[in-house]
């Protein structure tokens, strides 16, 4: 299971404010580019925020995070919808989102109580699980977004941690395990999404 499996009914929330932006003339591809630029300067403020112990700022994290989720959902609409699906577009979608992630996840690698080893194995660990899921429509299928710990899935426990850490919750042992699970589930996810890639290949061929 995934938070994934909500996003039609999200993305009809959505549509008015899509039509709207579409109507002022903004791109899928600009509103991709945008959001990914916004997130790396959001991230490199909180690494700053994080090494000086202001924690207060990370409550911006979770608001970012909630408007990420919905840019990114406009964007696809913007591009199925107004007919500007490309293959630029493609790139951008899946390389924006790589990026967006590690530097929004990064500033947690400067919180001694999260670990900086297993934050970046979070992101790598992440990552991975992006390129599971590519790889999906590379082998002729479709693009696997099984869970359970999936981008949205990700978005809302570090939404929650920002969430957690900006309101006054001390740092402690509870980050570094909340750090261990979502690494542990990230493999979960690898192997669901190789797994369920596989086998609906395997499907295919036998029609």
Wanted: glycine letters at 12%; hydrophobic letters at 55%.
């Amino acid at each position: 299971m995934s938070l994934y499996a909500l996003k039609p009914r999200f993305q009809a929330l959505l549509r008015p404010t899509a039509r709207a932006l579409h109507g002022l003339g903004l791109s899928a591809n600009q509103a991709t580019v945008g959001t990914c630029a916004a997130s790396l300067i959001l991230g490199c403020g909180l690494a700053l925020a994080a090494h000086a112990g202001q924690l207060r700022w990370f409550l911006l994290l979770p608001l970012w995070l909630l408007l990420r989720m919905a840019l990114n959902a406009i964007d696809g609409m913007l591009a199925r919808e107004f007919g500007q699906i490309s293959t630029l577009g493609a790139y951008l979608n899946e390389l924006s989102d790589l990026l967006s992630d590690a530097a929004l996840y990064l500033p947690f690698a400067f919180l001694p109580e999260a670990g900086s080893a297993l934050t970046v194995l979070v992101i790598f660990l992440a990552n991975v699980s992006e390129m599971a899921g590519v790889l999906g429509a590379v082998t002729g299928q479709r693009r696997r977004n099984d869970g359970p710990m999936g981008k949205s899935d990700r978005a809302l426990v570090f939404g929650l941690l920002g969430l957690f850490l900006g309101a006054g919750v001390a740092p402690g042992v509870w980050l570094s395990a909340g750090m261990a699970l979502v690494a542990l589930l990230l493999l979960l996810t690898i192997a669901n999404r190789v797994r369920q890639g596989i086998a609906e290949g395997s499907t295919g061929e036998s029609r």
